[in-house]
């Protein structure tokens, strides 16, 4: 669907081959295959080591916890969803939490994705440190693209298994020597060295790559700077070795204070918030807004087989004939969706929201009795209301496969209409729209969360009424044919003395709140509470409420001090010979 993915098409089958990894080697960083990185004769062979490294950011999330509907089961949005308990049971066993182990399933090939693409990357840097800038004038632009792409694969392991072997390109190649490799050496006291490489990784992007970019899928300046923001911000948390928040780092603040700003200071013509919510999850809208500081890039017809489409995501659509076949996972939760509603002010009610039902049918009623923000109609799937905005297309409980246990809502964001040309469906539905992996909305809300952080309070405030402003606006594809609302919409700002005491406490909770709504079912909300120390209350909250309405719901507990993060993979615990230490608590 854009310039550099038709350029992975010319090179990417071979390169599968050339960069294939054995599984009980996987950080072995020499790749494998009919050409090896001392076999390249000229810098007319660079770029196809670089575009191998992008090839790999499509099938990342495929089947694995690298894609973030996987998060949003882990957190209060979601429900696995399927057809039961026994569907995918590893993502049931990590959903309740008390059955997650390190022989979990679907834990292991995450881990080794991710060294796969890493490899990708430090081969490529390698290369390109090897060759003169006189015969490859893009080696430095390259490169930052490199440390980039590993600075986001990285990322994404810390956040799910915190401690994770730091592997470059100046680490050897000799697999011997790399199983020696600590996930955490004897004198690594905390997980911060870990941040500081991920985030100079960012800002070292950040001072080479252009403003923009010919080629949609490579990032700009601005999106190293918006990663190098969201690390700061999770760094500036800091934890002891039970994983409870025991510091917040004004210093590391502020440092992602700069690089917010560094975004935020632009020409408005660059980067703003759509003025309609629902175009970011719409496929016409890919690499064509304001608010996409990057994505991650999916196509079709390309001439590959099957298209880089986004298997992350193919048991997500929902089981309705004879629109999809397969296969009704990620479910939006009750909870969820009650936090949605606004009071009689159009404000959020951050201590009763949940005290709502919709077994069953009651949820028809239900929606006909409150006040709801917009952005539900842009995030679930409800029957009886429109599929992705289509009037003559109201989706129907037949779409759920197993309702009595995970009701009848599903996912939106990441669907598109059945009609839609960019649909693979060999039984199981795929996508080629793309993942808006950093959007401005969330700029701007780790901006009011720094804010408040640093007690500026009123600083953040026009920050989160941006936000709520937008989705107070974004009803123009949520009318019926007679021109009245599906819905009885409402979203007011805060405004302080007016509807609401804007103290740090309610401060707080207004941003928290933002966030959950503004990103919901986009796998950012475990990894948010996480960041702030709240998953244990919120978690336990939320599972002790599901199980009134599931019973399922009764084996659930989260443990403080181990479930923050997934276990290390038995697999690699036992190919590093004893390098690795567990995470506690497994």
Known sequence: MNNIMNR?????????????????????????????????????????????????????????????????????????????????????????????????????????????????????????????????PNKEQRIAEMKFIRGWIYLGMKLRWKYIPIIDENTPTD?????????????????????????????????VLPETQSEKGRPTKYAAHAFAAKSLLFRAYEQNDQHQVVNVNAETLNKALTHLDAIMTVDGAIFDLQADFGDNFMVEFDNATKESLWEVQYSIDDGTTDGRINRGNELNAPWWAPYFTCCDFNKVSHTMINAFKTDETGLPDFINYNNTEMIGQQYVQFFRDHAFDPRLSHTAAIPGYPWKYDNNLLYEESGSRAPFQYGYFNSLKEQVHPDCDCIFRPFYVMNSMNEKAIRYAEVLLWKAEILIQLNRINEALPLINRIRERANNSTQRLHKPDGSLWMNYRVETYKPGVNCDWTNEFAWQALMWENRLEFAMEGRRFFDLMRWGQLEPVMNAFINKERTRFDWYNQGRFTAGRDEFLPIPQPQMNWSKGSYKQNPGY
């Open 175 to 207: 697999a011997v020597v790399v199983q020696e490799i600590s996930n955490r050496p004897d004198d690594m006291i905390n997980d911060l060295p870990i941040w500081d490489w991920i985030i100079q990784n960012f800002e070292d992007a950040a001072t």
């Open 8 to 136: 992975y098409i010319i090179s990417c089958l071979f390169f599968l081959m050339l960069f294939n990894v054995a599984c009980q080697k996987f950080l072995e960083v020499n790749p494998k295959g009919v050409l090896s990185e001392t076999q390249v004769e000229g810098p007319d062979q660079l770029d196809n080591f670089v575009i191998a490294a992008y090839s790999h950011m499509s099938s990342l999330g495929f089947g694995t916890t690298h894609n973030p509907w996987i998060q949003s089961v882990r957190s209060d949005d979601a429900y696995k969803g399927g057809g039961g308990l026994n569907d995918q049971t590893p993502w049931y066993e990590m959903e309740i939490f008390t059955a997650t182990n390190p022989n979990v399933g679907n834990n292991d090939g995450p881990w080794y994705l991710g060294y796969v693409g890493i490899s990708r990357a430090n081969t490529a840097i390698r290369l390109l440190n090897n060759v003169d800038v006189a015969d490859f």
